[in-house]
């Protein structure tokens, strides 16, 4: 049982951090109960493979993310860059009511009441995210982080224009800096943003999409806020409240997350064809990073 316990993770195809959260929420769903002396070994195993897992080749299971084939490269981080290259998008939006279930489909406010003054990436991560955003924003862009909360993670030294936080936790988005302005709203319950058309010149999310139950629509409206030639970036990690992310999420790997995502973009409509940079900062030794991009089309 503890071989099956500490194996079954990995032949799912997802990075230790995810992994485990996931995994072991899933056994205590299921009522499964280990003993005391079983856990710590668990424990004492599953961290001695922190180190290796990151940079662990992912197996090349079936994937459950529809139109998903496994990119033939050699490293990790190229594998995550080539997954939108050339992708086999289906015809049609592929997923089902399903792929967007949560194991808790309580009121999301209900979860979001509590201010959560923490980073939900490691420091490491947070660097690489600032660095990014340093190298592609430019001073006097207006801005919508969606998803925010108390830190954006953008450079100090930058000069945005108008930079509005939308968010779910008012005391969270009170405590950001960075922002101008904020709205409180759940997208999940009306994805509809608050804003007129052409309105920004850039849209960040940081490791939230996961918790979008309605992509579809979100998509389309980061589309319509976006001025022609403005951009998305999504930045993802391996880290989530499993009973927050839907489903689909918590059946796949980082690299199917870098399709899914990117699948969001081409069926909303409107985007010039979506990309990855993979900007894990130290791979195998902190958590790992990518961004999906796509830019709208000019015309």
Known sequence: ???????????????????????????????????????????????????????????????????????????????????????????????????????????????????????????????????????????????LDICSSWVSHYPKEWKGGNVVGLGMNEYELSQNPQLSSY????????????FDDASFDKVTCVVSVDYLNKPLEVFKEINRVLRPGGECLISMSNRCFPTKAFQIWLQTNDLEHIFITGSFFYYAGGFDPPSCSDISPNPGMSDPLFIVKARKKSN
């Open 183 to 194: 709205v409180v709203k759940d997208l999940n319950d009306e994805p509809v943003f608050p």
């Open 1 to 143: 049982d503890l071989f099956f316990v500490l194996l079954t993770p990995f032949m799912l195809g997802k990075t230790f951090k995810y992994q485990a959260s996931d995994y072991f929420t899933r056994l205590l769903y299921c009522n499964t109960k280990l003993n005391f002396s079983t856990t710590m070994i668990a424990t004492v195993l599953l961290a001695s493979l922190v180190a290796q897992v990151s940079a662990f080749p992912f197996l090349p299971l079936p994937s459950r993310a529809p139109g998903f084939r496994y990119p033939l490269a050699m490293t990790v981080k190229s594998m995550a860059e080539k997954v939108l290259e050339n992708p086999k998008w289906p015809p049609e939006w592929p997923y089902t009511e399903l792929d967007f279930k949560r194991m808790d489909e309580s009121d999301d406010s209900i979860f979001y009441d509590s201010p959560r003054l923490c980073y939900h990436i490691d420091d490491a991560a947070v660097s690489a995210l600032t660095a990014y955003y340093a190298d592609n924003f430019q001073d006097g862009e207006d801005i």
